[in-house]
């Protein structure tokens, strides 16, 4: 399962709020900004899935999601901390 920030109402909210609320549920945050990389550098908290593919649209980005799920998955059990998608 998936959430979107809008959808949990957190549109407005700073990534930090982003992070810890990630933290307290055991959510592995999918971002394309690469803020959440750097609040994480060297930190525990949440796994965060980047997603290093430039301005793409919708489809193309999930796309390239499904296709890299296998990855992402075998990363995040391996507990990678930092998981990028080119």
Do not use: C
């Amino acid at each position: 399962m998936a959430d979107h920030v809008y959808d949990i109402g957190m549109q407005a909210a700073s990534d930090h709020s982003i992070w810890n609320r990630a933290e307290e549920t055991g959510a592995v945050i999918i971002t394309k900004d690469e803020d959440f990389t750097q609040i994480g550098r060297g930190a525990s908290g949440p796994q965060v899935v980047w997603l290093r593919l430039g301005n793409v649209n919708r489809n193309a980005l999930l796309d390239r999601i499904s296709k890299a799920l296998p990855q992402i998955i075998e990363a995040i059990e391996d507990g990678e901390r930092v998981i990028e998608i080119r």
